[in-house]
């Protein structure tokens, strides 16, 4: 898919306001945020890889391919949970893969009303899910939805690249995270972008 079509003016932004941001950016030329699979795929695999390795997820995720006809929200929905679970899901990730699924087909979560829904509001529908959280969320409104302003602090990789770049790789304090909230806005998800290219200069994508 195509770039987001802020990309261009968040990068050039962010560039001139945080020499940080500037340098890592002049790295990473060609490379962009990018959406791909569909809403409800993209949160099946983030539930599918919970505290797995990529690998497992990976061969997980293939073996459920195979086993539905369409791997979708009705498929998971009539699927067998214990045939799901032959499929390497720990019965737990059963549980939230059928809430998942119910979620979608009783339209509690529409992805055509998600385009006028707030950063916020749309948090608030997915964490109504079993297995979702915050985190997930995050990463569901940057990765697939694109939204140019998301902060998550609670990720990891976000912690230790800011931490190495503006505080010598010590923890920032609340007085430091707010200079840089401020800084970033209303560029948040680009800056978090680059911060992890700050680390692994391949792109991430969830």
């Known amino acids: 898919m195509t770039p987001p079509a802020y990309w261009k003016r968040a990068t050039r932004e962010l560039s001139a306001r945080d020499p940080v941001i500037g340098r890592i950016a002049a790295t990473c030329k060609g490379l962009t945020l990018r959406s791909r699979g569909d809403a409800f795929s993209t949160l099946a695999r983030s539930i599918v890889g919970q ?7 990976d061969s997980v995720w293939t073996k ?51 385009p006028q829904k ?13 297995g979702i959280g915050r985190w997930t969320a995050e ?20 912690q230790r690249a800011m931490s190495l770049h503006y ?19 209303p560029w948040r ?3 978090t972008w680059y911060m992890w290219r700050g680390l692994d200069p391949i792109p991430v994508e969830y």
């Open 51 to 57: 505290q797995i390795s990529v690998k497992a997820a």
């Open 64 to 114: 459920l391919a195979g086993a539905l006809p369409v791997l979708d929200p009705q498929g998971i929905a009539r699927h067998d949970s214990d045939a799901l679970r032959a499929c390497g899901l720990s019965r737990s990730k059963v549980v939230y893969l059928k809430d998942l699924a119910r979620h979608f087909t009783d339209g509690h979560l529409d992805p055509a009303r998600w």
């Open 167 to 185: 505080n010598g790789g010590r923890a920032l304090g609340p007085r430091k995270i707010a200079t840089l909230d401020k800084l970033w806005r």
């Open 139 to 158: 990463m569901f409104l940057i990765f697939y939805m694109m939204r140019p302003d998301v902060f998550p602090l609670g990720d990891l990789g976000l």
């Open 189 to 191: 998800s680009v800056a």
């Open 118 to 130: 707030s950063d916020d509001e749309l948090i608030v529908e997915l964490t109504a899910v079993h």
